[in-house]
């Protein structure tokens, strides 16, 4: 069983940032694939930043991509989302996702929601203008 748990939500003007953290805890294997994950009310979930724990390269949506920074802490057992410049169509509802499955090279822009099988609770982003 693995267990996430997103931190770090909240209320910011717009031009803010925000640092969301996602603890890992259970039976997980020594790399994997996590990503994060957002929706906004009345729209569909959509991928925000992908990346395999270890050794791997970030892959960013084109809305967010230079303005948000996904790291992995691998000694904490943590997945972090650096969010800078937030503006307001980045409300949303945010979400940590994990698939302990996909490949070193499977984890990539291509893996969409339905491919992570373990999620977090969410933790909601308000950016006000």
């Known amino acids: 069983q693995v267990r996430l748990a997103e931190s770090g939500g909240g209320s910011v003007q717009a031009g803010g940032s925000l640092r969301l953290s996602c603890g890992v805890s259970?039976?997980?294997?020594?790399?994997?694939?996590m990503g994060w994950f957002r929706q906004a009310p009345g729209k569909e979930r959509e991928g925000v930043a992908i990346?395999?724990?270890?050794?791997?390269?970030?892959y960013y949506s084109n809305p967010v991509a230079g303005r948000f920074t996904v790291s992995v802490d691998n000694d904490a057992n943590t997945l972090n989302l650096q969010m800078n410049n937030l503006q307001s169509e980045d409300t949303a509802l945010y979400y940590c996702?994990?698939?302990?499955?996909?490949?070193?090279?499977?984890?990539?822009?291509?893996?969409?929601?339905?491919?992570?099988?373990?999620w977090g609770q969410g933790t909601q982003v308000t950016v006000s203008s």
């Open positions: 990346i395999y724990t270890r050794g791997g390269r970030a």
């Open positions: 996702a994990a698939n302990l499955r996909l490949s070193f090279f499977d984890c990539n822009s291509d893996a969409s929601s339905n491919d992570f099988h373990y």
């Open positions: 259970g039976n997980t294997p020594h790399s994997y694939c």
